[in-house]
Antibody, heavy 122, light 111 residues
Framework: QVQLVQSGAEVKKPGDSVKVSCKAS????????FSWVRQAPGQGLEWMGWISAYYGDTNYAQNLQGRVTMTTDTSTSTVYLELRSLTSDDTAVYYC???????????????WGQGTTVTVSS | NFMLTQPHSVSESPGKTVTISCTGS????????VQWYQQRPGSAPTTVIFEDNQRPSGVPDRFSGSIDSSSNSASLTISGLRTEDEADYYC??????????FGGGTKLTVL
């Protein structure tokens, strides 16, 4: 069974950047895309974007354009999320999720990471 | 902007069947895949339905998904309700730019 294992909790100050990792087990990493989803305390789920693990193509949420970058390292089967210019509104649990297509973001998600808590506080 | 609307909460008794709706704001909900996620308190979401009506391995066939083009809505039906089904359920699809959109979530109470 494929697993997505995310990096540990982060505490940042306003204006900082954060980089969260998500390592996939198994040997089919480049056959899929990966999305990032976040959840602020007591709130619903918010889609942040998608990256193709094979092509590196990305598709970001409009409200995060310019602040977010998603990358992959195929040698370690790891996906990264970097978010810059953090504010308290970015305090959330961040989840990576495997998307069942390497060519487009609009397919189903079948596996989720365990989540990474990012706290932004002065 | 494309939006998905879910009921805030639903409740039903063990052993019964419940259906959670997810209505698209515009366009045709049938033009992009719909997913359903279950999230228990303090846990990460898990997928119960992907691509309209597909179940990941390990998800029991008590969970089913469907699309109704006439009402521009998707539905998640859970039959033979169990107490462990109590959770928040989110529908998710994509807009015309293939960007993900989530519904607001439905709290299912099994009482």
């Amino acid at each position: 069974q494929v697993q997505l294992v995310q990096s540990g909790a982060e505490v940042k100050k306003p204006g900082d950047s954060v980089k969260v990792s998500c390592k996939a087990s198994g040997n089919t990493f480049t056959s899929f895309g990966f999305s990032w989803v976040r959840q602020a305390p007591g709130q619903g789920l918010e889609w942040m974007g998608w990256i193709s693990a094979y092509y590196g193509d990305t598709n970001y949420a409009q409200n995060l354009q310019g602040r977010v970058t998603m990358t992959t390292d195929t040698s370690t089967s790891t996906v990264y999320l970097e978010l810059r210019s953090l504010t308290s509104d970015d305090t959330a649990v961040y989840y990576c999720a495997r998307v069942r297509s390497v060519t487009a973001s609009k397919y189903g998600v079948d596996v989720w990471g365990q989540g990474t808590t990012v706290t932004v506080s002065s | 902007n494309f939006m998905l609307t879910q009921p805030h909460s639903v409740s039903e008794s063990p052993g019964k069947t419940v259906t959670i709706s997810c209505t698209g704001s515009s366009g045709s909900i049938a033009s992009n895949y719909v997913q359903w996620y279950q999230q228990r308190p303090g846990s990460a979401p898990t997928t119960v339905i992907f691509e309209d009506n597909q179940r990941p391995s390990g998800v029991p066939d008590r969970f089913s998904g469907s699309i109704d083009s006439s009402s521009n809505s998707a539905s998640l039906t859970i039959s033979g309700l169990r107490t462990e089904d109590e959770a928040d359920y989110y529908c998710q699809s994509y807009d015309s730019a293939n960007r993900g959109v989530f519904g607001g979530g439905t709290k299912l109470t099994v009482l």
